[in-house]
């Protein structure tokens, strides 16, 4: 799936352009020229047309959460599925190292059985480290890094790391905007109206963000 920030809907445009309107009717005349009762009504007309825009605007970002969110998960299983092969393919290699072997291991049942985002995020920072001693230890086998499934192993996990972040970045830049829309007015109003909540960021530890899993030798 190809994520793009660069179209997120935001709350000051959609307010912009609903201001822009009035203002423009207001120094056109339009009000002047009309009843005062078609005056309310063209008001009560621009309000709800603003009240339905902003609720689109919040299902709009709220359903792109939830997307990137399940796109997320997906790419986790990968990850989780494709951790027991790397794990037999280096123990061929180097058995004696049975603790890391081991941390891998605990790691990625953590990860799988994690509930909610935030001990989600601590678990695949765990993972991560784990998996990292992983490749550490095949730089002292030159054979294990030869190995055809070995590598394409890595190249796997390389490309499934890429699109955790990608999806993460792109689940967390929605909910940004739909947190920004509920807390701001006018936009709480219309969240108060119809009880949307903030959602909760997905949060990588800094390192684990900027260094992913390295499979580079």
């Given at each position: 799936?190809?994520?793009?920030?660069?179209?997120?809907?935001?709350?000051?445009?959609?307010?912009?352009?609903?201001?822009?309107?009035?203002?423009?009717?207001?120094?056109?005349?339009?009000?002047?020229?009309?009843?005062?009762?078609?005056?309310?009504?063209?008001?009560?007309?621009?309000?709800?047309?603003?009240?339905?825009?902003?609720?689109?605007?919040?299902?709009h970002l709220i359903n792109r959460a939830k997307e990137a969110l399940a796109d997320i998960d997906v790419q986790l299983k990968r990850r989780y599925d494709l951790i027991p092969n790397l794990v037999n393919t280096v123990k061929g290699y180097a058995t004696h190292e049975a603790s890391a072997f081991e941390n891998v291991t605990k790691a990625r049942a953590l990860a799988m059985g994690a509930q909610g985002l935030e001990e989600k995020g601590k678990a695949e920072n765990m993972l991560a480290g784990a998996l990292k001693s992983i490749f550490a230890i095949a730089e002292a086998y030159p054979d294990l890094k030869a190995n055809q499934n070995f590598l394409e192993l890595q190249k796997e996990l390389s490309d499934t790391e890429n699109k955790i972040q990608a999806a993460r970045r792109f689940y967390n830049t929605n909910v940004r905007d739909l947190n920004i829309g509920i807390e701001s007015f006018p936009g709480n109003v219309v969240?108060?109206?119809?009880?949307?909540?903030?959602?909760?960021?997905?949060?990588?530890?800094?390192?684990?963000?900027?260094?992913?899993?390295?499979?580079?030798?």
């Open positions: 799936m190809c994520y793009n920030d660069g179209v997120t809907i935001t709350y000051s445009k959609m307010n912009i352009f609903f201001i822009v309107i009035a203002v423009f009717l207001v120094l056109s005349g339009f009000f002047d020229v009309i009843p005062w009762e078609f005056n309310i009504l063209a008001i009560g007309l621009l309000v709800v047309l603003w009240a339905v825009s902003m609720y689109n605007g919040f299902i969240a108060s109206m119809f009880k949307f909540s903030k959602m909760e960021f997905f949060e990588l530890e800094e390192a684990a963000a900027k260094n992913p899993v390295e499979v580079k030798f």
